[in-house]
């Protein structure tokens, strides 16, 4: 190192210090930095230079440890101070296999640094780490695939993929987060891959550690956060693990948890008029209160208005409040963000504490924490008021924090304030740093616009300033004072006067303009004075800046129309500087105005009208913040800071006007009942559940809240208990409530519903929504039809895997199979003929269309008898089942008033005229066209007293015909569908 | 996300660079020089600026210049809060975040900032973790290195990386098992020139020194808990117990470590515990000015106010001060403009009094405004908030550890105008 330095010394031409054998002396090194700096570049492949790495390359090549050790720590020493030492690459490669492992580290760090540049060579090391990969303990194989993968070295790419493939699997979350860590750094080599890593991302983003949850995420943030549909499923999940996560993972997931939320859940606040009463709530309850029952609250704002808070919503809102407490300002941050952008107005108030908070941390935390705050502290302003003091400025606070301090004070003034701002603003307004006073004017000013009460006094106040020693303090305070007397001109003409007595002293372009224009503009207001000051000012016009002489000649233009008997001569001498002048702005203003004003044979219409051209109303300029809708930009972020959109920003999107379906988000939990370990279950203990809810759950707002109370209170009760093993408890309690959310919630019926047969490890991520050419992956499309078929069926339920979803067709011997839609031609492209396969028999299953309870006496059970319906081949053929079970007898039994969805056709059996008596029953066969949804068909059932309502929900099994079809037919069927939106699949 | 990291000196040297991804050449820490020379003073350069190709994100730490090169959208404060961390490693590894330090053991450096970060995305920033993975330099252990040649690079695998508790390090053993916390309070306050509180608050953390063997689990519980209004805590501490019981209930970090930090709400009264009586005036037209400031304490139950300094920032146009302390010293930076007044304890029975004559630059209009002073002092002994602590149990451990609580209250913020 001692040596390294002396060799740049002599280069910069200091000889003398070239002997010194110690590191040098600080100031010596100070002196010489800024050259060391720029020379370094030219100096690296100097003979001097090389000589030393001899040296170092003899000692690398040694059989000492230490010696390797020495020479490694000097090649560090110079890359850390930007040294280039790239030549004794292949010295250095060469002990990547070494044993001692701090060697080995530094061996990593060179080896990550230069196998760019170096990239042929950098290949010999490659089979170390893949050796590295296959080692038994963990924390090898991490550090052998971060390394790998960091080596940027392009031909590498498909062993990175498969290295980061079978690390996502890998048994130890570390190796997992390490995956998770890999898979940016591949992408940002070769974005090709993206596809294939979008897959590792999905089965990552299923793990259910908290090491990997914040890796995962940050990767998913970098390759494909467009991607949103790929969080659903594991929303619920990520929210409840949150608080256990590393601080550094929470940013990322909470961010991006944001952007989640503003696509999937409607607006809190979309219902204005009971918005301004939470407010106020807010207002007078105190914080404590508010925070303690925001869910009672959300619950009671729920039963008066229409708006009701997805429980996801508020599943996240509630987990990432404790989050506000951290000690990291960068997670409290994006909990304040998170909570500005999501919650309810009534709720934002309780990151104001917080934020406050980090005002005592270190000075650029409290720059980005108060730029925020800026932009917040516009729309609620009622959240800061209460830390009012807390922005208070002190003399020892730089200048830009200060500034950002009196934004907010300015942001928060109002007319129960505003006395007490202002009396803190005359403090300020003497301080020694003038670029403060001089911002503190302007503050001052933006109070007087915004309430008009303080207009006077601070008006006076201003005025009282044009009298101060420093002339920046007066030129900004002439500058305010025009903006504000344009408000109300005719009853300010004394200060009018006042300023005009200014121009002979103030120099500042600035405030000699704003003067010149206030006199023009309201010359009729002092009529006497007005041609005076154009008379100096046309004395002096050749000295001014540009800016003022554009201003003399707008004064001297409106007092010739206005006064032209005093001021015709003193005008056409203006004019004619003006003309000659050296700027070609101030000449065409000249030769523009002239015309105008000066009527002459030539000029046109436009000589009539120069007098109200020139002194038309001016509105009053609106002096507002310029942290004024900032907020579109997502708070906290870069591009908020700079407003500006940085590189990779990704927008905020507005609320969607309805709400997406919320049922994607819920998860199979298998052979977890009750939070009883979720690993490793294959029961299907979840379709019971389903099951069971199926009948019941018409998934009403009013039901949801229910739930969501359960929830709270379970969870409440779970506080009591130990608190030993946190994480494992934490998890027990996310899997409950991911049970109770898929079996309380569940609409049925709905498409695209996330009950995932297929899965048997919960663990394994359900299938990608792309078709991939391995045969063992099923089309989403068919995925979800399927699931409603599990959902309402318990007896299809998968003890497998799947061709047992389509009982009885899948024992069919065929070579390949379709399923064809069979309920309505409008998925089949072109009818062409095809043979259809006689419906193979497993169990059909019956299902209750009426109880005997609820028919009183009269039971109705229906089945798909799986046969075409004769007539129409476009429906669904279902046999139903009458039984009277009654003491009287039955009569005219027929449906009537159906209630379907456009498109849906129903063919009602023949009204039964013959009596049905008590004991005996019917069997007819009706058919009903679904038109391809699973969507119910309602009707009535009457008998000659009563009206039974009645639904049939068709499994979307029972909407396909078994089609036969080769291989290649399929395919070809398969190409014309496009990406699988078809509803037929290969099986094996 | 983070892409490089420059370090440099005051003098615009830039002593070390690292970088995650791709080399950033040097050149582009020219934006930040041009910007730094813009904002004159250190403290007002902007900790973010933006070049045509990178985002620069800086902090001034201990004369360090800390300067992180981003290349797209991430949370400033994510950033800033990370080198915030880097630089506190620095201070606990080598004692101080100095750049004699840093360049002394410049390989350490380099281990540590690979093992904070990969790729840009922090990694293992917990300092026991990163203890264990490198040992942090001392005396005997390089004596020991250079005789054995062995390194400071730990052979054993961290293991707190992978467990729930990644803030302790497993199979900790101490022959004196201790628990030590101070409480100490800062007062945040301005003073108005009629001597009224404009404005105070008080800020608080407990600081912790824990050696305790294996895996203790800690409960520390307050007389009164309501007093805080605002917690901040490590993440060892249970949240939903503080919650509905208010005890702090955690498996602590082995040896110091910040437990919590803590607002004491302002709404309620905050004891002043001294008093400034001041007179500073310039006379106009001549070239002197009075200064005249008498510290006296106020009733702070018993205890005495100690260690009191003050600094004033005098205007530009005070060229030097002649003064008399009754009690301590004080100097005057004829360049920097800054007035310290080292006082030390006050006694109530003769209150320390510092009084002049103030020397103007000739000509000069005399300074519109009066400084403000800035008031340190300390009082031993005492939690100004009222705070204390009950007990303090230990669960999960056989052994009975020795516990110690201390209590201290500094001036934070302290500003009295004039």
């Known amino acids: 190192m001692a040596q390294d330095k002396c060799h740049l010394i002599t280069q910069v031409g200091q000889p003398q210090v070239s002997h010194c054998a110690t590191p040098l002396p600080v100031q010596e090194s100070l002196a010489l930095g800024k050259h060391l700096g720029k020379a370094l570049p030219a100096v690296s492949p100097s003979p001097a230079a090389g000589r030393v790495h001899d040296d170092l390359k003899e000692m690398l090549d040694s059989n000492k440890d230490s010696l390797k050790l020495e020479a490694m720590k000097r090649i560090v020493a110079m890359i850390a101070r930007g040294k280039n030492a790239s030549d004794l690459f292949p010295a250095v490669v060469k002990n990547v296999a070494c044993k001692n492992i701090e060697v080995k580290k530094l061996v990593y760090v060179y080896l990550v640094r230069y196998a760019e540049e170096q990239q042929d060579l950098a290949l010999l090391s490659i089979s170390t780490f893949q050796r590295g990969l296959k080692d038994p303990n963990q924390l090898i194989r991490a550090s052998a695939l971060r390394v790998l993968s960091s080596i940027r070295v392009p031909i590498i790419v498909p062993i990175m993929m498969l290295a980061i493939k079978e690390a996502a699997s890998d048994m130890s979350p570390y190796v997992r987060k390490t995956a998770a860590h890999a898979i940016p750094k591949l992408y940002s080599l070769d974005s090709d891959q993206k596809d294939q890593l979008i897959e590792v991302i999905e089965k990552l983003l299923a793990d259910k550690t908290t090491l990997v949850a914040g890796s995962v995420v940050m990767a998913f943030e970098e390759v494909c956060p467009e991607r949103i549909d790929l969080i659903h499923k594991n929303y619920r999940k990520l929210c409840n693990l949150l608080i256990d996560v590393e601080e550094w993972g929470q940013v990322v997931i909470i961010n991006m948890l944001t952007r989640y939320a503003r696509t999937q859940f409607l607006s809190p606040n979309q219902n204005e008029s009971l918005l301004e009463e939470s407010a106020e709530k807010a207002f007078y309850g105190s914080e404590e209160e508010d925070t303690k029952e925001p869910k009672a609250e959300a619950a009671s704002l729920a039963k008066r208005k229409p708006y009701v808070m997805d429980p996801d919503h508020r599943l996240l809102l509630r987990n990432t409040k404790p989050l506000l407490q951290s000690r990291n300002a960068a997670v409290v941050m994006a909990v304040a963000q998170l909570y500005f952008h999501l919650a309810p107005k009534a709720e934002v108030g309780v990151i104001a504490k917080a934020l406050v908070r980090l005002l005592r941390s270190h000075r650029s935390v ?25 922005f208070y400025i002190r003399s020892t606070d ?101 300023m005009a007595k200014l121009t002979d002293n103030i120099q500042v372009p600035m405030a000699r303009a704003s003067i010149l224009w206030l006199i023009g503009e309201y010359c009729e207001h002092v009529p006497k004075i007005a041609p005076d000051v154009l008379r100096k000012m046309a004395k002096s016009f050749t000295n001014e800046e540009d800016i003022v002489k554009l201003q003399v000649i707008n004064l001297a233009a409106k007092l010739y129309l206005t006064n032209s008997k005093q001021s015709k001569l003193l005008t056409q001498y203006v004019l004619n500087l003006a003309k000659y002048d050296q700027n070609y702005d101030i000449r065409d203003r000249a030769r523009f105005i002239r015309q105008l004003i000066v009527p002459t044979e030539k000029s046109g219409a436009l000589n009539k009208y120069a007098k109200k051209l020139f002194l038309a109303q001016k509105p009053a300029p609106i002096l507002e913040s310029s942290f004024k809708d900032r907020d579109h930009f997502q708070l906290g972020s870069l591009s908020h800071l700079l407003n500006a959109k940085a590189v990779g920003y990704q927008e905020l999107p507005d609320w969607p006007d309805e709400a997406p379906d919320p049922s994607v988000r819920n998860v199979e939990v298998r052979g977890a009942p009750q939070g009883a370990g979720c690993m490793g279950g294959q029961g299907g203990s979840v379709s019971e559940e389903s099951g069971s809810s199926s009948s019941s759950s018409s998934s009403s707002g009013s039901e949801e809240e229910e739930e969501e109370e359960e929830e709270g209170s379970g969870e409440q009760s779970e506080d009591k208990e130990e608190e030993e093993k946190r994480p494992k408890r934490k998890d027990k309690e996310g899997s409950r409530k991911a049970a109770m959310g898929s079996a309380g919630r569940y609409p049925l019926g709905k498409r695209g519903s996330s009950v995932n047969p297929f899965s048997l490890n919960p663990a394994v991520t359900p299938p990608p929504p792309q078709p991939i050419p391995s045969s063992s992956i099923i089309s989403t499309s068919l995925v979800t039809d399927l699931e409603g078929l599990t959902l309402t069926d318990t007896s299809l339920t998968p003890a497998v ?85 009654t003491d009287a007898e039955v009569k005219s039994l027929r449906v009537s008033e159906p209630k379907l969805l456009s498109g849906m056709r129903i063919q009602e059996f023949p009204e039964i005229g013959t009596r049905l008596a008590p004991g005996d029953t019917a069997n007819v066969v009706m058919g009903i066209d679904f038109c391809d949804s699973t969507q119910a068909a309602n009707f009535q059932l009457c008998t000659h007293t009563r009206h039974f309502y009645v639904s049939i929900q068709p499994p979307v099994g029972e909407l396909m015909a078994p089609v036969f079809m080769s291989e290649n037919e399929f395919k070809k069927e398969q190409g014309e569908w496009g990406t699988g939106t078809g509803g037929s699949q290969p099986r094996r | 996300m983070i892409h490089s990291l420059f370090l440099i000196n005051c003098s615009g040297d830039i002593f070390l660079e690292k970088h995650w991804k791709s080399v950033v050449s040097q050149s582009v820490c020219d934006y930040f020089f041009e910007a730094q020379e813009k904002a004159i003073d250190v403290e007002n350069v902007p900790p973010v600026i933006s070049t045509p190709h990178h985002y620069l994100i800086s902090i001034y730490r201990d004369k360090i210049f800390f300067v992180s090169v981003i290349q797209s959208e991430v949370p400033p404060l994510f950033v800033i809060e990370f080198l915030h961390r880097v630089a506190d490693t620095f201070q606990d590894y080598f004692g101080e975040c100095s750049e004699t330090a840093i360049k002394d053991n410049v390989v350490i450096v380099y281990e540590l900032l690979e093992e904070m970060l990969d790729n840009g995305f922090p990694l293992a920033t917990e300092s026991n973790i990163l203890k ?21 690079v730990g052979d054993t695998l961290p293991t707190g990386q992978l467990s729930n508790i990644p803030w302790r390090r497993a199979g900790v053993k101490y022959t004196n098992n201790e628990a030590y916390f101070d409480v100490v309070e800062e007062i945040d306050a301005i003073i108005d020139k009629s001597g009224s509180t404009v404005f105070a608050e008080i800020q608080g953390v407990i600081d912790s020194c824990i050696k305790l063997s294996g895996m203790p689990d800690l409960s520390l519980s307050f007389m009164n808990p309501r007093l805080l209004d605002d917690v901040s805590f490590h993440p060892c501490i249970r949240f939903k117990r503080w919650e509905s019981e208010r005890v702090l209930s955690f498996i602590p970090p082995d040896g110091n470590f910040r437990l919590i930090s803590y607002r004491v709400s302002s709404q309620n009264l905050v004891a002043i515990p001294v008093y400034v009586k001041h007179m500073i005036s310039f006379k106009e037209n001549s070239s002197s000015g009075r200064f005249d400031v008498t510290i006296g304490p106020k009733q702070n139950m018993g205890k005495t106010v100690e260690s009191v300094v003050m600094t004033v920032h005098m205007p530009k146009a005070v060229l030097n001060m002649n003064l008399t302390a009754t009690q301590g010293s004080y100097t005057f930076d004829p360049v920097t403009k800054v007035l310290t007044w080292d006082v030390g304890k006050i006694t109530p029975q003769k209150l320390p009094n510092l009084k002049g004559l103030v020397n103007l630059q000739s000509g000069a209009p005399k300074p519109e405004e009066n400084p403000s002073l800035n008031i340190q002092f300390k009082i031993q002994q ?37």
Not at chain 1, 366 to 390: D, H
Not at chain 2, 389 to 417: H, S, W
């Open chain 1, 366 to 390: 409290q720059y980005v924490v108060l730029q925020n705050v800026a932009t917040m502290s516009i729309k609620r302003r009622g959240m800061f008021e209460p830390y009012l003091k807390s």
């Open chain 1, 398 to 498: 730089p200048t830009q924090i200060k500034i950002l301090k009196l934004e907010v004070l300015t942001n928060l003034a109002n007319e129960t304030n505003i006395s007490t701002i202002l009396r803190e603003f005359q403090t300020y307004i003497r301080s020694m740093d003038k670029d403060f006073v001089a911002a503190t004017i302007q503050a001052i000013g933006r109070c007087a616009t915004n309430i008009g009460k303080v207009r006077d006094t601070c008006l006076n106040g201003l005025v009282q300033l044009l009298s101060n020693r420093d002339e920046l303090v007066v030129a900004e305070s002439v500058v305010v004072i025009k903006k504000l007397l344009q408000m109300q001109p005719a009853q300010h003409s004394e200060i009018i006067k006042h």
């Open chain 1, 801 to 885: 895997s799947v061709p047992h979803a389509l009982p009885g067709m899948s024992r069919d011997p065929c070579p390949s199979w379709g399923l064809q839609v069979g309920g309505s031609a409008s998925h089949t492209p072109a009818p062409r003929p095809r043979q259809l396969l006689s419906p193979a028999f497993g169990a059909v299953r019956t299902y209750e269309l009426l109880h005997r309870m609820a028919g009183e006496g009269l039971s109705v059970e229906y089945c798909f008898s799986r046969r075409p319906f004769p007539g129409d081949p476009h429906m669904v053929a279902v046999h139903i089942q009458i039984s009277n079970n």
């Open chain 2, 132 to 152: 264990e993975l490198i040992k942090p330099p001392t005396i005997l252990r390089s004596v020991v290195n250079s005789i054995t040649g062995s390194s400071n």
């Open chain 2, 382 to 418: 005492l939690a100004i908030s009222g705070l204390k602590v009950n007990r303090l149990d230990m669960y999960g451990e056989k052994y009975k550890p020795f516990k110690g609580v201390k209590y201290i209250t500094k001036a934070g913020k302290f500003q009295v105008r004039t």
